[in-house]
């Protein structure tokens, strides 16, 4: 069932009731009792809520038959997007086989513009670079969803939602073994990265000791402490309005610890800055700007005791001194080109090779916020500053 649409629906609620009264075994392995209904004809292929269409399912078999779904149709669409297209094969590295390419953006042009050869109104969801993830049974990622609307009161754009999809996906019934260990994510700036991941680190921090039964620690870092202590403090107070939190403000050394043990910190990105911790995810923003040995010496080594740790790392394009992203980078690449599902997640939002990274076609490859919480005057201007490769870095 499409997330979030059909559960909202009085017909279908109705139904469910009926079809699940007096307890029947899932249609699917006979085994279970049912405790959803699942749709043989999905939703957006035409189906509908009537009972004809429902049948009694376990959990696990609904959500099962789910994905495999999901991942057929989004292979579909990619490859009916490729061959609609017929997207050029990318050069120097990336991917060679156009079909595993995440749909391009749809482009809006006004009349107006028509003569300037139209200027791109909005960017896309999907990265235009992405690794295949491993079989999945579910994501926490709805969890991520209403945690941001209850404590933030935002809505996470659908950018945001992709980018976090496959990193909280998960391969047993649990929902404990997750099945991404290291991520990277890179886009422009201003799109709403330090938005998603105040949501990471609050559901986390709140809810994945109750999945896993035992606290959680998260390590938060940024490549300036000053951009490290704003996620913290914009998710603070949060944390010790509605969770009890206690709070430790000492620059340099920002804390917020709940009542069963879990806490996030917040640590300045120095190889030894997280020497004597055990960590459970960790939070890295602006990774362009931060050395090998943070990662590789520093936070790494941390995570090595811990059940199904999270890195994940968040970035605008980089430079050639970025050598720890450009690495990560780099294997994302190699992966992309093996056609084979990965534990490391890469999701890129950048223009293809062959397009003039002036054009502002090029601009809403990069920029998924385009037309949500961005406009395209704001980028044009600041195109027109002297400094270029400062824009061409962050836009």
């Known amino acids: 069932m499409p997330r979030g649409r059909t559960t909202d629906n009085n017909e279908y609620r109705n139904n469910r009731t009926a079809l699940l009264k007096g307890q029947p075994l899932c249609h699917w392995c006979h085994k279970k009792t049912a405790d959803t209904a699942d749709h043989l004809i999905e939703v957006d292929r035409g189906g509908d809520n009537s009972l004809s269409n429902l049948v009694p399912a376990c959990r696990e078999c609904n959500s099962r038959r789910g994905n495999q779904y999901k ?11 490729a061959e609609a297209t017929r997207t050029p094969i990318v050069r120097d590295g990336f991917c060679s086989d156009p079909s595993l390419l995440p749909p391009s953006p749809s482009f809006y042009f006004s009349p107006k513009d028509a003569d300037q050869r139209g200027l791109a109104r909005t960017g896309h969801d999907q990265p235009r670079l992405a690794t295949m993830s491993p079989e999945q049974k579910g994501s926490h990622v709805d969890g991520v969803v209403d945690w941001a ?3 933030m009161g935002v809505d996470l754009m659908e950018w945001q939602i992709a980018a976090l999809a496959d990193q909280l996906a998960f391969s047993d019934d649990a ?5 991404t260990r290291s991520s990277l994510v890179s886009c422009a700036r201003q799109q709403g990265k330090s938005v998603a991941l105040r949501a990471l680190a609050g559901w986390w921090l709140t809810e994945m000791p109750k999945i896993r039964g035992e606290k959680q620690t998260i390590l938060l870092m940024a490549h300036r402490l000053d951009s490290a202590a704003g996620i913290y403090e914009e998710i603070a107070e949060i944390l010790e309005q509605y969770f009890d939190a206690k709070l430790t403000r000492s620059y340099g050394r920002l804390a917020a610890k ?9 640590r300045s990105a120095k190889p030894n800055a997280a020497h004597g911790l055990s960590v459970d995810l960790a939070l890295v923003d602006e990774v362009w700007g931060i050395d090998e040995e943070v990662i590789d010496g520093g936070i790494t080594p941390t995570m090595r005791a811990r059940r199904f740790p999270l890195l994940s790392m968040w970035s605008t394009a980089g ?12 294997m994302g ?3 992309i080109d093996t056609h084979q599902p990965t534990n490391f997640h890469f999701r890129e939002w950048s223009p293809p090779p062959d397009l003039d990274p002036m054009d502002p076609i090029a601009w809403a490859y990069a920029n998924p916020a385009l037309g949500k919480t961005l406009e395209m005057s704001t980028i044009e201007s600041e195109s027109q500053l002297p400094d270029r490769a400062s824009f061409l870095r962050s836009r």
């Open 258 to 266: 709940l009542p069963d043990g879990s806490k996030l910190l917040v």
């Open 71 to 81: 991942n057929a149709r989004d292979r579909q669409r990619i490859h009916d997007r």
């Open 333 to 335: 690449l190699r992966l």
């Open 319 to 330: 430079t050639e001194e970025s050598k720890v992203m450009m690495r990560y980078r780099e």
């Open 175 to 179: 929902g404990l073994e997750l099945v």
């Open 149 to 151: 609307r209850k404590f």
